[in-house]
């Protein structure tokens, strides 16, 4: 069973940047696919950017296209989400997962192994 702890998150002003990580621990994340999700308060959680254990797939929510990247560094048992040009939309506790099972890796569903969450809080 592989954790993951999310890190990064934080207070800034809309326009701003932040660099989400997700650090693993317990398995290497090389074969894992691995996805961000973000949850927004009274609201369900929702799919924001993934990359498969390859690299080669990264898909991410119309709503971030553009602003939003993931990567992923192997050798750092770490995953990333850059966020540039933040709204005060993108408000919310971000979270990151990981599961080697295949399947569409933009689906809640398909993860098993969640971290704890980060707050990510952009004022206007």
């Known amino acids: 069973q592989v954790n993951v702890v999310e890190s990064g998150g934080g207070l800034v002003q809309a326009g701003g940047s932040l660099r989400l990580s997700c650090a693993a621990s317990g398995r290497t994340l090389r074969r894992y696919n691995m996805g961000w999700f973000r949850q927004a308060p009274g609201k369900e959680r929702e799919f924001v950017a993934a990359i498969n254990w390859k690299g080669g797939n990264t898909p991410c929510a119309d709503s971030v296209k553009g602003r939003f990247t993931i990567s992923r560094d192997n050798a750092k048992n770490t995953v990333y989400l850059q966020m540039n040009s933040l709204k005060p939309e993108d408000t919310a506790v971000y979270y990151c997962?990981?599961?080697?099972?295949?399947?569409?890796?933009?689906?809640?569903?398909?993860?098993?192994?969640w971290g704890q969450g980060t707050q990510v809080t952009v004022s206007s």
């Open positions: 997962a990981a599961d080697y099972r295949d399947g569409p890796i933009t689906l809640v569903s398909l993860y098993r192994y």
